[in-house]
């Protein structure tokens, strides 16, 4: 019988069995099991010391990148739910899904912060912004 596992454990088990092989690309950088296991981790244990509690949601508004995927992993890890968000979506309807889905945490890039900013006081779930760090894109350390 095939042992089941669930969404977040999938990476931590991909990483115990090869921990340095290439888990994602994207241009000339890459990431190894290992490196995405400890990202989801340490996203997963921030979203918790945020407060978020278990089946609330975590809406991912980026474009295609590492943390795009560090957070769709983290946030079941954390045990919220992931709500994508497409890139291209108007703010109005950013809010819109943020307002539907009463979502509590967004995460997402500075420039995007930027075209939600008269939206975003439209969402009165919305507890907490994450936003990637503007020179590097990554995510920023949360409080563990």
Known sequence: MTESIL????????????????????????????QL?????RFSGGLVSLGLCRGERVA????????TV?????????????????PLLKPEQVAFILQD???????TSPDRLALLRDTLAHCPDLRQVVVTEPATGRLPDLPA
């Open 7 to 34: 969404l977040p454990q999938l990476i931590a088990v991909s990483a115990e069995r090869r921990p340095q092989a290439l888990a994602l690309t994207m241009g000339g950088d890459s990431m190894s099991y290992a």
């Open 37 to 41: 296991a400890d990202a989801v981790t």
């Open 60 to 67: 991912i508004y980026l474009e295609k990148r590492f943390e």
């Open 70 to 86: 560090i957070a769709s992993f983290g946030a079941p890890a954390a045990g919220g739910v992931f709500v994508p968000v497409n």
């Open 101 to 107: 889905c009463n979502v509590r945490v967004l995460l």
